[in-house]
Structures are given as C-alpha cells and as structure tokens.
C-alpha cells in the first residue's frame, strides 16, 4: 500500500485588487491573500482550484510538495550576515 504524498498550491499574488469586481475581491480573500507579493499555501482541491482560475491573472501559482510556515518563509528572506568571496574568471584576468 502506497501512501500519497499531499500536494500544494503555492499562490503569490502579483497584482493588486483595486479596481476589481467584488467576485475577485472576495476570491482572492477566501484564497487567504491581502497583499502584493504575499505567498500562502492551499492544499490540492477542486474548490480552490476554481478559486485559482477566478483570479488567475492576479496571481502566480506553483505545485509543491511541502507546506510551508509563516516563520520558515521569514527565515528565507531573512539577510545573510558576513559577505561571499567571488571567484571567476572576470577576477582572474591580469592587466599588462
């Protein structure tokens, strides 16, 4: 017996909602957005996915296998401290 893996939409929503039918307003409110650039994840279902096409040109949708928190999305954004070292071959080049 095989156990299915759970299946996510990740959303962001690239376009703002002003201007927009109330229909839209409330979609992409039930979706759990609010704001540009903001991500949350809906698991796979045929109600959020006519949801999804309600609003699809305000959005951008991917298919991910995790879910991820709130608090693991603000670690990634989070700055790196200290700096890279960049080597290539634009550095390599001797000037004669």
Known sequence: MSATKQLFYKITQ???TIGMPPITRKNIEALGLKKRNQIVYQSVS???AHR???VKELV???LVNENKTVQQLSAERKFQPGFNLVKGEMFA???E
């Open 93 to 95: 080049k001797k000037y």
């Open 60 to 62: 951008k949708v991917e």
């Open 14 to 16: 690239t376009r703002s």
């Open 46 to 48: 045929p109600s959020t």
């Open 52 to 54: 999804l096409a309600r």
